[in-house]
Nanobody, 124 residues
């Protein structure tokens, strides 16, 4: 059973930065792709970013490209999401998800394991 725990969320002013972490209980993290998703109140869950199992390939949705950076440290079983230039529309619960495979796809249905989520609030 894979367990994922997010940390690093909170309240920040518009234009500020936050760093999210996702720590996974995976014996062989190098076999799992990881992605971040988010869900704002009243909206559907949407993809944010994905990273391949080895960390070489990264994907971003257009709304965060250039502002968010995904990375991973397999020795620490942790994936990071560095968020800069935050906007009020980035306010959401952020989830990390894992799938057994190489590619960090941005389709939520491909992910089998999910964290509990963490709140990110950006004030205007």
């Amino acid at each position: 059973q894979v367990q994922l725990v997010e940390s690093g969320g909170g309240l920040v002013q518009s234009g500020g930065s936050l760093n999210l972490s996702c720590t996974a209980s995976i014996l062989s993290p190098g076999y799992y792709a990881i992605a971040w998703f988010r869900q704002a109140p009243g909206k559907e869950r949407e993809a944010v970013s994905g990273i391949s199992s080895g960390g070489a390939t990264k994907k971003y949705v257009d709304s965060v490209r250039g502002r968010f950076t995904i990375s991973r440290d397999n020795a620490k079983n942790t994936v990071y999401l560095e968020m800069t230039g935050l906007k009020p529309e980035d306010t959401a619960v952020y989830y990390c998800a894992a799938r057994y495979g190489v590619v960090g796809d941005l389709e939520s249905e491909k992910y089998s394991y999910w964290g509990q989520g963490i709140q990110v609030t950006v004030s205007a």
